[in-house]
Each structure stands twice: as C-alpha cells, then as structure tokens.
C-alpha cells in the first residue's frame, strides 16, 4: 500500500513535447506539493496547493502547472519541454495545521530531456 | 537562495563510529524541524524532528541537537552501519498556516564496512 504514489517512474522525451506526471497520495492528507531535485541533490519546491490556496514558486517557469482533480490527486504538466528540466520531480503530502509538519514523499520520477 | 556550483557534501566513516551530521537554516521563525533520510533512487524518509521549544531530541541510534542562537541543527547517528549510507537533509518548517517546508544542501553519508 504505497501512501504516496508517482508515475512515471521514469520518463524520456524530446524536447518540445508536453509531459505530465501523475501524483496521487492516500493517506487523507490536504496538501501536496512538487519538488525538483537536480544533480546535486538540491531539493528545490516548486509548488503547494491544498484545497484553498495554490503557492507557486516565483522562480518556476509558467511552463510548469499543478493540476489537481480533488484532494488526493497533484499532477505536474509541462509544456514545451527543456534540456534543463531534466531532473527528478518528487511529490508530497501533509496535514495543514497538523501536530507535524513531516511530509511523505513519493518515490520520484526521473525525467530526461533530449 | 541555491548554492550555484558545489559538489554535494559528503562525509565518509567507517562501520561502527559516529556520524555527525550538520546544517544550517535560516529562517528564525522556523519552529519545526526534520531530518529526512534519502536512499538512492527513493523518495526522502522521516528520521526524527524536533520543535524550537527543545533543543535535544532522541531516537533509536539518533540525535537531534538545534541551537537557535546560532540557527544550527545537527544529526548524530551512533554505530553508524553501511545501511545508514544516504543523503540526509534538514528542513525548516512553521507549524500552522501555509508555510512552505524548506530542504538544506543534502549531506551525502558513506558508511564503510
């Protein structure tokens, strides 16, 4: 029973095309989010959305966008892929005002521009 | 902002010592704390964490040291073992509203039999 889950795991494209990747977590939780990680291991957030309210990152490229069919679901589209968007793209769950703020990541899924 | 350009940290021990862990944060009203633990080709992973009120916090084989005045953490993992080989990461958190968890450098752990 995997309580956050990605697909894909791992993705390869060209650039140019639009991908999406698919979040769904199942443990009730009210905010998710998008995180980047790069070659060095940076784990960089690019968004947070809950029911009432979508955080964006400034520095994410309009590019990107979450979308999210109801509360258990996050997905990341991204139009007009880049070399540079090769990274591996995590999502994340937790309880807002909760006693803990621990998120609960997915496995990752790596993505690959070429 | 992103430290363009360094190689990730890495800290090396042998089987059975003592690893030390450290990361530095840098909002002062962060008031909740984590270290996760990132196997390769996974997700991160729940360690332990600490709020502001404390300063210590212990758990099977780790601690958790958080000196505000400085707004320095440190992880301690005692008999490491090959298992705990990884990348460790701190996070910022506040408890309540819609603060966003804020993830430290990574420090990458090599446990040597």
């Known amino acids: 029973d995997t309580a956050v889950s990605q697909t894909p795991k791992y993705l390869v494209t060209q650039m140019g095309n639009d991908k999406s990747i698919k979040c769904e977590q199942n443990?009730?939780?009210?905010?998710m989010y998008w995180y980047k990680q790069d070659s060095k291991k940076f784990l960089k957030i690019m968004f947070s959305?809950?029911?009432?309210?979508?955080?964006i990152n400034e520095t994410v490229p309009n590019r990107f966008s979450p979308k999210s069919p109801d509360k258990a679901h996050l997905n990341l589209h991204i139009n007009s892929l880049e070399l540079g968007d090769s990274a591996v793209y995590f999502c994340?769950?937790?309880?807002?005002?909760?006693?803990?703020?621990?998120?609960?990541f997915g496995e990752g899924s790596r993505l690959t521009v070429l | 902002g992103e430290s363009v350009g360094l190689h990730l940290p890495t800290l090396s021990v042998q089987e059975g010592d003592n690893s030390i862990i450290n990361c530095a944060y840098s909002n002062s009203a962060s008031d909740y704390f984590i270290w996760y633990k990132q196997e390769s080709g996974k997700g991160p992973q729940f360690i332990i964490d600490i709020r502001s009120n404390m300063d210590k916090r212990q758990g099977q084989r780790v601690t958790v040291l958080l000196n505000k005045t400085v707004k320095h953490l440190s992880l301690q993992i005692a008999a490491t073992q090959p298992g705990d080989s990884a990348v460790y990461f701190c996070a910022e958190n506040r408890l309540g509203g819609s603060y966003i968890p804020t993830f430290g450098r990574g420090t990458s752990l090599i446990v040597h039999p």
């Open positions: 443990l009730g939780h009210d905010t």
């Open positions: 994340a769950s937790t309880t807002s005002g909760g006693a803990s703020g621990e998120l609960f």
């Open positions: 959305y809950n029911n009432k309210e979508l955080i």
